[in-house]
C-alpha cells in the first residue's frame, strides 16, 4: 500500500523535493506502523501467553491421562502373563511329583477329611463300649509287671 502511495505520488510530484518528502511520509508512517504494531504485541502479548499456558496444561493433563493409562495396561498384560507363567511352572512341578508318587494337596486334603471321619467313628464306638467296660472293671486297677519269659530256643 506504502509503494502505491509512493509510485502515484512520484508521477505527479515530478520534483525532488516533493519526492524526498513523499519517500520521508511514507517512511514515517512504516515507522508508526512498526510503533503500533509493537504496542499492540506487548497488550496482546500477556493474554496470548496466558492463553498458550492454560493450552500447555491441559495437553500435559492430557498426556499425563493417557501415559497413566497405558503403564496400567501394561502392568495388568505384565500380570496376567506372571499369573500365567506361575500356573504353567505350577502345573509341571505337579505333574513331576505326581509321578514320582508324592501325594497332592488334594490327596492330602482328603486324607485328613478320612482321618477325621475315622476319628469320629472310633469315639462313637468307644462311647458306646465304655459303659459295659466300666462296669466291669473294678475301681482301682494295680498294674503289675512279670518278668519277660525266656524265649524257646530253637532246636539245633
Partial sequence: MVKKLVVKKLKSAGQDGQ??????ESAQQ?????LGAFAKAQQEGNKVFDALVREGESIQKKTRKVAEDKVTDMAAKATGTWDKLEQVFENRVARS??????P???DVDALAKRVTELKAEVAKLNGAAKPKAAAAKPAS???RKSAP???PKAAS
Wanted: positive net charge; glycine residues 8%; aromatic residues 4%.
Fill in 19 to 24: 519526492l524526498s518528502a513523499t519517500i520521508r
Fill in 30 to 34: 512504516i515507522w508508526l506502523a512498526g
Fill in 97 to 102: 511329583l505326581n509321578s514320582l508318587g508324592v
Fill in 104 to 106: 497332592t494337596k488334594a
Fill in 141 to 143: 486297677r494295680v498294674v
Fill in 149 to 151: 519269659k525266656a524265649a
